[in-house]
């Protein structure tokens, strides 16, 4: 329990039944002023906030949050056009892009986006490619571009070798990178064109290389998540209670959220995504006492993914059921 306490003052108070509540970044003041700057077209004050913060995965946290808000794209590009010379602009140009390319192609399923769905799509995610390759240029040891990269990568199915460049280049910068490997295992998995063992075998193997107390052992969690929603009903609850499925849970368990590192390795947010993923899939594996633990750490926070694939509309009603359901 003392690792649990440990949590607790990081991730909040959790005596009592706190309500469950969706959290979209960390709560960090600097996100949230990002936010708001980004809205006012303030660029000085963006910049500012981004150059207090390293290269890695905190610093994408910011960029999301740039990303995501809307107008962006209207005054970004007069700010990288002032500044031939900066990666920043050009690397909050392209996340701008990619999000905003994300926003007309709309996360309905291929059959059900139209061809000037894809088309706005495309030609979004080709501007993100080109912003982001331009502030690798200009500062090559960051780890963001690439980071972009795999994503703009993945949309515009740049294929195979071309997406495993993009990720090598990636962890030569940071090992570690949560963002980075999150995307790779999308990259790899069934529906994108790889297989489960691929998926498995690189969600295994990536998590088994990190430090104790890393947040890549999120991947065991996601892989399996990732394979369950592949199968049909009555196959994708078998899956998931598997013996073998729920021991590997448990092996990545040790070695990321239950080590005495995970504090250290692993930032609130990503903290956060940690036990949600591990408290879904060891809810669906029928492993209350397991699942308890991670809702009593994450102290009702509720992170969007991957809640979403049980209620797209509302990922916290999903959270509360399975809390629900662990006797939380």
Partial sequence: MALLRDMGRTLGKWT?????????????????????????????????????????????????????????????????????????????????????????????????????QF???????????????????????????????????????????????????????????????????????HKWGGSHEEMHAFARESAAAAPGGSALGMLVADAHLEHWLSLDSGADDRYMRDPQVRASLHEAAEHSYRHPGFGQAASPYQQLQVLNSFAMAFSLGGDRTAARECFLATDGAVTESPWQYLNGSDPAAAYRKHRSAAGR
């Fill in 16 to 116: 009592g039944r706190p309500a469950a509540r969706l959290q979209k970044d960390s709560g960090q003041p600097d996100v949230q002023q990002v936010r708001e700057a980004a809205g006012a077209a303030d660029w000085a004050t963006v910049r500012r906030l981004f150059e207090a913060r390293p290269d890695g995965g905190d610093s994408t946290e910011l960029l999301w949050a740039a990303a995501d808000t809307a107008g962006v794209e209207r005054w970004i590009v007069p700010a990288v056009e002032a500044e031939p010379d900066a990666a920043l602009p050009r690397l909050v140009a392209g996340f701008r892009h990619i999000s905003w390319a994300w926003e007309a192609r709309t996360a309905a399923r291929a059959q059900h986006v139209s061809r000037e």
């Fill in 119 to 189: 088309e706005v799509f495309h030609s979004r995610l080709r501007l993100a490619e080109q912003w982001l390759y331009e502030a690798a240029e200009r500062e090559p040891r960051l780890t963001a571009p690439w980071y972009g990269l795999l994503v703009t990568g993945r949309g515009l199915q740049v294929g195979s070798t071309q997406a495993l460049r993009r990720f090598e280049a990636a962890v030569r910068r940071a090992p570690h990178h949560l963002g980075a490997h999150t995307q790779r295992l999308q990259q790899v998995c």
